[in-house]
């Protein structure tokens, strides 16, 4: 682990501009996570804001609050982690002035956001003063270490599974996560290729930041990324994370990944009750079944099965919405935060039994 972290998310935890703090509150391999930031939610616990279950790490109103709440459980915390995922990736001039805050007391600060820090001369000699170190997690490799697409990805012989979503902000992530583990639990190796800033942070041995790189290489980036998981780790499945879903207008996202990454097979999240496109009102979310077209018309491979986010739902309506969306599709539907993604793993041993089954005719 890189240290004991507090995660900022002032004002946006529990909403669509928080996920890589709900990220961070999950699981991450990176950081202990000691406690949340967000003044509007202060008192309560971060794991009942987002799944009605206790996880044991406070909302705090302030940065000091938080590092007065490590140091009474007898632990240093080391590390901001700057969990605002807000559109665009800007910084606004409160959370500036709250990250200058954190490294006057001495937190290192690892961020996300398309403000690099690092190139913020006030908050670089901030922190040189202080002796802590800025890390902009989105900030992309230098243009010779990147990949341009070559073909590699057809040596790659681990199940290839993409997490895609019809909608940005839709639980994607989370859900590649949920197959990882429910993979290791029924006894199949697993790594995820991250394509995003929170992955990163979550501890993920292998991926890219996606939006940050030039166009030319983002293809390239997501093939090596895949060929070295499978080179490096020869793991039995690859869970690739999906970004922002085909058809959104501020965050068209999947063609790369099915064009690049070649899935032989997609898992899809589906939130019921969103109507409209995340953040934009008038922009009607198409229909799941176009999105299923679209997708395999795309890639070849088949949407063997929808994940459910179960937002704007009672707990009570879950098991029926599953139930209706599968009657409509024709395809088995796990919300995975509920029931867990095993369900999922037997899709996936049945698809690798049938084209096994093939290989030997």
Known sequence: MDGNAIVYCEGAFGT????????LVRRTNRYRVMSVIDSEKAGRDAGEILDRRRVGIPVLADIDAGVAAATERGLTATHLVVGLAPDGGKLSREARSDLAAAIRAGLNVDSGLHDYLTEDPELSELAAAHGVVLRDVRKPPPREKLHFFSGKIEEVTSLKVAALGTDSAVGKRTT???LVEACEAAGLSAELVGTG?????QGARFGIVLDSLINDFVTGEIEHAVWR??????PEVIIIEGQGSLMNPAYPGGFEILAAGRPDVVVLQHAPMRHDYDGFPGYPIQPIETQIQAIELISGAPVVAITLNHEGLDPTEIPEACARLSDRVHLPVVDVLVDGADALIEVLRAYMRQEGEKSHD
């Open 16 to 23: 669509a501009n928080g996920k890589t703090a709900h990220g």
């Open 197 to 201: 800033q929170t992955a990163w942070m």
């Open 229 to 234: 998981a499978w080179k490096e780790a020869s």
């Open 176 to 178: 590649a996560w949920r």
